[in-house]
């Protein structure tokens, strides 16, 4: 079947709006035994970018990543530090080839995120919003 | 030729055996690595544009294209052995520097976390020079196929310690780092090298200020022989007039300023530097540039403009009968400005294409930097350089 190249470019377009309505939004969050109750963006993105390592409430900061290429990563990224999973990329070997930090610690799936911040307090994770449950808290929303 | 296809088996065994370990299930060690297969294309036949001051060749006279300019292959070791103590060595091969491909170990040291706010490095770290350049080696991170070198032309670790401390400042977040150690290189040495940088990063903006000291060696046979002979003429004024054009021992100074902005689409980069080498032969340069990138996709394009201005020396002049030294200082003006393109392609998650065409125009009278000089050559001239690279990190 060939459809025309309008008829092609409406449903296209069709598509990429669909998606984006189910889309879930990405959110971020902390074990719901965190005392921290709220992040700003910045705090969010220093924190992802190695920029800083504290938490406000004086704490380690320990960011959960997750995989490559997965949406709720690339959306992440986008939305709270404007770059795409190339930029991201370009900046961690950036950071890693001249030996000042390394990546953070990545997981695969939002409940491997979830798993990773009920062990840790001070661990700073993301997922979409449809699995934010009672073990998780979300700390901001970009 | 064969070269590159060794480089490549390298890398593919590398990336595997990263892969191997990783299933280990072992995070404490980590490899990783970086590289580029890069042609240079110059249309001066009769100088090399080389990738490092101390180098004699690149692409030019040696070779109309040559992959020495941009090719390396590095390969990282990383220890976390504790979680505030980790470990760093890099190995990287490339022509730069030591003029040859022979791996020299580029990293190696380690790192205490003390808090949040204060960490400190002990060994061999990159000399920490300009906002972009402690990553100046690893093309992958940059959108160009080379940084602008008549910024970016030094390629030197540093063995010493710093120290790095943060404050929190609002949505900013400000770096002090401080650092002592030395530069031992093929041809130049710094001793007693200290500085202090401050980095401020506030959401897409990042500022950068730079202060650095030292005592500087530019050590080659010509500079021996030539200041050994002229510093022993019995020509009184002659033979003082070389003393002060001495570069072999030099208290130098280095400063720097540079701002980046970054919102995603697009970006702004920009530096100036002065380097202070005065009244050696080395002088005194002041060089900078501006860059503009935009981003479509998995393309970058950008447009950089970048000039350097060199002086500061005395010219002896009539002073000097015999000329050689007239020559030398002459030849170390490398004044120049340059525009240049570039298109970066990333064809896959961890693979870039690069295509760079830039024109270089010496200054009057201006040797450019340039390396290799054959007889016909002419200072003051104009060139074009063009460049296809692939970067790759795994």
Redesign the interface.
Known sequence: MKLPFNRRLALLTALAFSSSMVQAGVVVVMSSKSDVSTL?K?QVS?IFLA????LPNGR?AKPVDQA??SAVRNEFY?KVA??????M???W??L?????A?PP?KVSGDAAVKAALAENPAAVGYISDAAVDGSVKVVFKP | MHQKKRWVALAISLALAQTAWAQDGD?RF?L?G?GTIGAAHSSEDKADVTPDFQSNEGVGASSSTSGKLDSRL?V?L?A?FTDNF?G?L?AVSEYAVTESYKPEIS?A?V?YRFS??FSA?LGR??APLYMLS??Q??G???PWARPPQEVYNYLLPMDGVEGVY?I?A??A?IGIQGFYGRIDSEKADVDAMRGIAVQV?H??SSFRVSHIRGQVHYVTDNINTLFDTYRNLPIPALAEMAARLDPRDVDGSFSGIGYSY???NWFLRTEAIQADYSPSISGKTTSGYASVGF?HG?LTQSLTVAHVDSGGRELPGALDPFGLLNGAVLSNNSSRHSIGAALRW?VH??I?IKLQASHIKNHAGSFGGLGNQQPGFLPGRGYNLLSASVDF?F
């Open positions: 700003s910045a220093q920029k800083t390592d504290a380690v490559d290429g986008d404007d770059k795409n999973a190339a930029q990329k370009a900046y070997s950036q890693t080839f001249t030996g000042k390394q610690r | 995070d980590k990783s970086f590095a990282q990383n976390q980790s760093v890099q990293l040291h790192k949040s706010k490095r770290i990159t402690e990553y080696r690893v992958y991170a940059m943060n929190n609002g949505d977040v990063d959401g897409s970054d919102p995603g981003r998995s990333d998650d961890s870039a990190v």
